[in-house]
């Protein structure tokens, strides 16, 4: 059976502003210094399943971005536009039906677009496995991370040993933990962070919907019954917009009862704000991010984030995010709020400063 | 006798570097809101002396830049170019010559072009009281600031009382003194801030120059034997850069006989570094000074900078200072340390960054 890359490309991408923005979302943007993250995403997903295999579904704002910033990696006619953002079981149904349709069946390696993995050859190697377990169990399949400290910003997965020395079942997928929960989940060994990166047939995700989320199944249904024909796009455009907003996790994971899990450890990171730079990028000797054209004096643990035409001259801070942009906008927040960022777009809207969203 | 104003604005400005520039020296910005500091001395110093009898010393690469931001209030021909910068002492005498030659004599009232002063009212009644006594007097007259906190950022002048109710007798000028002395000297009310504004007529310093500068003198001589004759320019280009370096303070106000004060009590302030913005351009109600286009959450006593269409964002910080600019150079820097910010631009010579200095 072939393989099929799903690279999930919808976010909005407020928790990087003002880096990222409303028309250049987080998985845009280059992070770790060397390439933008859905591009670095395509070329390791392609190690698994072949560059020609690999899709990616994005905003339809965002189409022509993805495919610009893809470009010589993934075919510009598997770059999937949703019409409006409906979370991630639409995303991954809509996928679905397009590799059912286009090729009868596959199996999908779905990951999100907007992560970054240290470890890109146990990456492949892991992901290999679960594409050989997905084949020969039809089980849903998921990569758990082995957590490397107490993390209280992940969600995580409890699972128990298998017959298989390669897999291990998925108990429950539990919610974002205190830090002393957290602990205890470390400590025992049960635990995973979920990596949002699922592994399975076409046609066996599809038999979920219908099963679980049959409202879903019917809207994909249409578009299915469309793809091909001359009425795709505008039949897309009118059934994608109704389908009810619910995450895979919830809709499908949480309830099905066949789900596995590889876990992996190939130095996952979400990036889920600036303070992951420290992991993605690295630091200097005094601790700093340090991704700007800058003049650093005295000052440790900060991250620095501007253009190379551009200048950040610091002097005597410490633990502070300063960001500045090419069309000036320049934000400085304590790094231990971080994950408060998304609130400046959302103070923005209304002001004269929409432009800066 | 007329009266002269004589605003010095040769500063080369790195103190409120990003804002000021190689190019743009702190004199020709706008710190308090209302207009560039150079424009807000001539127009107050033109209350004194009437604006036709306003003249500006500053650098020739600055003269035209003087003369734009002055424009309506000060006469272009008034405005003079020194071809280098020789300090204070050879800036006075080059305005006293030009005013003995062009008048035959005259009171100067003379002024820096960067500080602030909020009681423009008693500020003119007081250099109007330093000019009386100037043309009575014929004595060096200096306008000593009355200290409202023991300052250790400026020189001081001891003074003892006269049997004019008017001016006091200057007995020594102070170098910045530690914090312990700088309360012994408030506490006595024997001493005044050194304000650099000076009062006297135009014949008077000329002949203390003669006396206690006389290598200054000659050069001013062969300057002034060429005002007026088609040479002039040739001359002063080719004497001016080898006048001697001394401030008027130690070349001759801390060695003539016969220096006399007035007490001014104006709200002054020399507005050296960005921690004066708090007195000169306000606060909001959480200490923030704010001069850029800003949105501020949870964030106290820092100093934003910024053009009106940029953007600053800010969360959670405090006592720091934050500047952008035009070109995309930010500054970000522990308020406590604001004195060193001249550092940047030194060192910043050299490198690929210069265009920033």
Request: proline share 4%.
């Amino acid at each position: 059976m072939n393989t099929y890359g799903i690279i999930m490309a919808g976010g909005g991408g407020t928790r990087f502003w003002p880096l990222s923005r409303a028309d250049k979302p987080k998985q845009f943007l280059n992070l770790s210094g060397e390439d933008t993250m859905v591009r670095e995403t395509a070329v390791r997903l392609g190690k698994i399943t072949g560059e020609e295999n690999l899709f990616i579904v994005t905003s339809a704002a965002h189409r022509d971005m993805s495919i610009g910033y893809t470009e010589g990696v993934v075919d510009p006619s598997h770059i999937l536009g949703e019409p409006a953002a409906r979370n991630t079981a639409a995303c991954i149904g809509y996928a679905a039906m397009e590799i059912i349709k286009k090729y009868e069946d596959g199996i999908m390696v779905i990951a999100p677009s907007d992560h970054f993995i240290k470890d890109e050859e146990e990456f492949v190697r892991v992901m290999k496995e679960a594409v050989k377990t997905a084949e020969e169990t039809s089980a849903l399949v998921t990569v758990g991370i082995k957590p490397t400290f107490p993390c209280t910003g992940y969600g995580y997965i409890r699972n128990s040993e298998t017959d298989s020395d390669v897999y291990r079942k998925v108990d429950e997928f539990v919610e974002k933990p205190d830090l002393e929960t957290a602990e205890s989940y470390v400590d025992s060994g049960y635990y995973a962070w979920n990596s949002g990166m699922f592994v399975w047939k076409a046609s066996v995700i599809l038999g979920y919907f219908e099963k679980l989320l049959p409202d879903i199944y019917d809207h994909l249904k249409k578009i299915g019954d469309a793809m091909g024909t001359p009425k795709e796009k505008e039949i897309i455009e009118e059934i994608y917009p109704s389908i009810p907003k619910i995450s895979i996790d919830y809709g499908i994971m949480e309830r099905a009862d066949n789900v596995l899990m590889l876990e992996g450890d190939f130095g996952w990171n979400d990036v889920g704000s600036f303070d992951a730079l420290e992991e993605v990028y690295g630091t200097d000797e005094n601790g700093n991010v340090n991704m700007a054209n800058s003049l650093i004096v005295d000052s440790h643990d900060n991250v620095f984030c501007g253009p190379k035409d551009k200048l950040i001259a610091a002097m005597g801070v410490e633990n502070i995010v300063v960001v500045t942009t090419e069309d000036g906008a320049v934000m400085v927040c304590d790094k231990r709020r971080v994950q408060e960022i998304r609130r400046f777009p959302e103070l923005l809207k209304g002001t004269d400063n929409e432009k800066f969203i």
